[in-house]
C-alpha cells in the first residue's frame, strides 16, 4: 500500500478555472502538509494541518485552500487558476510533533499542474 | 523564507567515487535532515541529525553538523549509478514549524 498518495498525477488546465488535488495518508500520522516544487526545484510550504491547527503559509494566495475531511485526507483546491500555478505540489505527511521539532516527512509523489 | 542552501547546485561524478553535499542555514535548529529526490518522483528521507549530534551514518551516508558554522555536509561514498538525484536539506527550527527545504544538490554519477 502507497503511505502517502495524491491525485491526480497530472492536471493540464486553462487559465481561469478551479481544480482540486486530493492526498491521502495511510500511516495514521496526525499531520500533512502542501509543499509546491517550482521550475527550478525549489520546494516551498504552503500549508500544515494537523488534527488541532491549520497553519497557513502568509505568502500563498487566498486563491488556495486546503480542506481535510479527517486526518487522513488533505485536500488542495485551486480556484481562479493562473500561468504562476504551474508547478509540481506534494503532499506529505508526519507523525504529530515531538520535542526535538518535526520529524521525517513522507512524501506523496506528486502532482504535475500545468496552467495554459 | 528560505533557510537552508545546498552546495554545490550541481555535482557530476565517477561511479566509485565520493560525493559530498554541504547545506548551510540560517537559525538555530532543532534537527536537520536530508531527501533524496529522484527524477518525476516524491522526496525519500535519507536521514535525521538532532542539534545535539554531530555526525551520523546510515549505510553509505555519513552527515555532519556543525551548529557553531549552521552548517551540513552529506557523504555518500562508493557512489554509484543509481544514487543520481537530486539531495535537500530541510531544517526543522522551532515547535511544529513545517521543515523548510534547501534549494537542492543535483547529483548525477556517470557509470
Known amino acids: 500500500d502507497t503511505a502517502v498518495s495524491q491525485t491526480p498525477k497530472y492536471l493540464v488546465t486553462q487559465m481561469g478555472n478551479d481544480k482540486s488535488i486530493k492526498c491521502e495518508q495511510n500511516?495514521?500520522?496526525?499531520?500533512m502538509y502542501w509543499y509546491k516544487q517550482d521550475s527550478k526545484k525549489f520546494l516551498k510550504i504552503m500549508f500544515s494541518?494537523?488534527?488541532?491547527?491549520?497553519?497557513i503559509n502568509e505568502t500563498v494566495p487566498n486563491r488556495f485552500s486546503p480542506k481535510s475531511p479527517d486526518k487522513a485526507h488533505l485536500n488542495l483546491h485551486i480556484n481562479s487558476l493562473e500561468l504562476g500555478d504551474s508547478a509540481v505540489y506534494f503532499c506529505?505527511?508526519?507523525?504529530?510533533?515531538?520535542?526535538?521539532?518535526?520529524?521525517?516527512?513522507?512524501f506523496g509523489e506528486g502532482s504535475r499542474l500545468t496552467v495554459l | 523564507s528560505q533557510q537552508g542552501e545546498e552546495d554545490p547546485q550541481a555535482l557530476s561524478i565517477q561511479e566509485g567515487e565520493n560525493a559530498t553535499m554541504n547545506c548551510s542555514y540560517k537559525t538555530s535548529i532543532n534537527n536537520l535532515q536530508w531527501y533524496r529526490q529522484n527524477s518525476g518522483r516524491g522526496l525519500v528521507h535519507l536521514i535525521l541529525i538532532r542539534s545535539n549530534e554531530r555526525e551520523k551514518h546510515s549505510g553509505r551516508l555519513r552527515v555532519t553538523l556543525d551548529t557553531s558554522k549552521k552548517s551540513s555536509s552529506l557523504l555518500i561514498t562508493a557512489s554509484r549509478a543509481a544514487d543520481t538525484a537530486s539531495y535537500f536539506c530541510a531544517t526543522a527550527i522551532s515547535g511544529n514549524t513545517p521543515l523548510v527545504f534547501g534549494k537542492g544538490t543535483r547529483l548525477s554519477v556517470i557509470a
Open positions: 506529505a505527511s508526519s507523525q504529530e510533533y515531538r520535542a526535538g521539532g518535526i520529524g521525517e516527512l513522507f
Open positions: 494541518y494537523n488534527n488541532k491547527e491549520l497553519i
Open positions: 500511516l495514521g500520522h496526525d499531520t
